[in-house]
């Protein structure tokens, strides 16, 4: 199942896994209470599946990790937040279809 390769980022691991990995990572900001965000999960959750071995992807909860979202200025949910190189090399907010976000993931890889 995708979901299996969908990891879970928090303020304590983000730097390691995200900052510092080798490759590109895509992290979903989203929250439980967040409509947008819930419907956007299984779409995460394919992408994990399709890019298996070549973008890390996961999701951070912002009510659990506030202090990830406030350096990210995170302002609006659902946020994706492509990372290489430990910088922000493209964003997307708002509910996205499958084939927008697989665009902006193949530019960077």
Sequence with gaps: MAADNVQTFTDGNFEETVIKAGGPVLVDFWAEWCGPCKRLGPTVDALAGDYAGKVTI????????????????????????????????????????????????????
């Design 58 to 109: 996961g999701k951070l909860n912002v009510d659990e990790n506030p202090s990830t979202t406030m350096k990210f200025q995170i302002r609006g949910i659902p946020a994706l937040l492509l990372f290489k190189g430990g910088q922000v090399v493209e964003s997307v907010v708002g509910l996205a279809h499958k084939d927008e976000l697989k665009k902006v993931i193949d530019k960077h890889i």
